[in-house]
């Protein structure tokens, strides 16, 4: 199966907060980052975390991370329709490679 | 942060062509990456390409298949050869600048991608 696995779908009201979830397996990972895939388009790096912190804000973004039971979360507060996209969970491994859940479609209706 | 470049955005092939992607970066990285996402997929890495010598590939992808050159630190390109119609993907190159300072991030940079359909 998959290292790191994300649910698929997520749809949610304009203005309201969207919550992404991802779980990894490898504990030794350094950095897990989250990316946006907007139609046609190539991944824009949103966020990351540090494995030793446990939260990070970066304006409408809060990324939250349990190490312990390696799960990390998107959080997007006020969500514009600009939001809908593929949002990946990747982790780096100590190998420097990433390794990408299967993307999450994140819908915003009026 | 890197600006990646990949041309072509989007080609249309014939089964059994070979197709040659080019990456170009605007300024010196230590690493650069060649990755397929197939339709409704997430990424998969293909190789490592290494300046100056062989890529490094990932199970399941060989070099007589997918060829990678890296002449230097900015350019690189993958050939994906004698195409079939399974190989419609789009190939994106992402790229790892040198971490310069010891308060920065290590993370990879993606270009927009090449499009490939084959008929």
């Known amino acids: 199966g998959e290292d790191v696995e994300q649910s698929l779908f997520l749809s949610v009201r304009e203005g309201d907060s969207s919550v992404i979830?991802?779980?990894?397996?490898?504990?030794?990972?350094t950095?897990?980052?989250?990316?946006?895939?907007?139609?046609?388009?190539?991944?824009?790096?949103?966020?990351y975390?540090?494995?030793?912190?446990?939260?990070?804000?970066?304006q409408r973004l809060t990324v939250l991370l349990n190490k312990k039971d390696k799960h990390l979360s998107l959080r997007i507060a006020d969500t514009q329709t600009g939001d809908s996209a593929i949002y990946f969970c990747a982790e780096r491994r100590n190998d420097y490679k990433l390794s990408f859940g299967a993307g999450t479609t994140v819908t915003v209706r009026a | 942060s890197a600006v990646i470049s990949q041309k072509p955005s989007r080609d249309i092939c014939q089964r059994g062509t070979s197709l040659t992607i080019q990456c170009q970066v605007d300024s010196q990285v230590t690493m650069m990456f060649w990755y397929r996402q197939q339709p409704g997929q997430s990424l998969t890495l293909i190789a490592?390409?290494?300046?100056?010598?062989?890529?490094?590939?990932?199970?399941?992808?060989?070099?007589?298949?997918?060829?990678?050159?890296r002449p230097n630190l900015t350019f690189s390109t993958l050939t994906v050869s004698n195409m079939s119609p399974e190989d419609s993907?789009?190939?994106?190159?992402s790229v790892e600048p040198l971490r310069v300072t010891s308060g920065g991030?290590?993370?990879?940079?993606?270009?927009?991608?090449?499009?490939?359909?084959v008929l």
């Open chain 2, 48 to 69: 490592t390409a290494n300046q100056g010598s062989e890529a490094t590939y990932e199970s399941g992808f060989v070099i007589d298949k997918f060829p990678i050159s």
């Open chain 1, 49 to 58: 975390i540090f494995s030793n912190m446990d939260m990070k804000q970066d």
């Open chain 2, 89 to 93: 993907s789009i190939y994106l190159c």
């Open chain 1, 31 to 47: 950095y897990l980052y989250w990316y946006k895939q907007e139609p046609g388009a190539g991944l824009q790096l949103l966020t």
């Open chain 2, 105 to 117: 991030v290590d993370t990879q940079y993606f270009g927009p991608g090449t499009r490939l359909t």
């Open chain 1, 21 to 29: 979830n991802c779980t990894y397996t490898d504990s030794s990972s």
